[in-house]
């Protein structure tokens, strides 16, 4: 079954920056590499949301929030998926997911990101 450990999650004041990881594993490289991966987040008290999505090809699709700020990318050879999060703001403030996308698998633990001062 596969397995997603997302890390990375810290809190960190408004303008801030954090990168996330995850680690895919219990899916082969060449299966991995097929499939359009996406981080996601959740606010307390909010649906998950999309952040932003890689497809196998490297396309990049960001959400209107994370255009300009955030940047996902993916390392096929070691099954892992990345987020780099510039001048976060408050609102920022959720616990992010990897998976994929549309179809995910079963969910990790996320990593809790707190934007405050």
């Known amino acids: 079954q596969v397995q997603l450990v997302e890390s990375g999650g810290a809190q960190v004041p408004p303008g801030g920056s954090l990168r996330l990881s995850c680690t895919v594993s219990e899916l082969s490289v060449s299966l991995f590499s097929t499939y359009t991966m996406a981080w996601y987040r959740q606010a307390p008290g909010k649906q998950r949301e999309v952040v932003a999505r890689v497809t196998s090809g490297g396309t990049r699709i960001d959400s209107d929030f994370a255009k300009a700020r955030f940047t996902i990318s993916r390392d096929n050879a070691k099954t892992m998926v990345y987020l780099q999060m510039n001048s976060l703001k408050p609102e920022d403030t959720a616990v992010y997911y990897c998976?994929?996308?549309?179809?995910?698998?079963?969910w990790g633990p996320g990593t809790q990101v707190i934007v405050s001062s």
């Open positions: 998976n994929r996308f549309p179809l995910t698998f079963d």
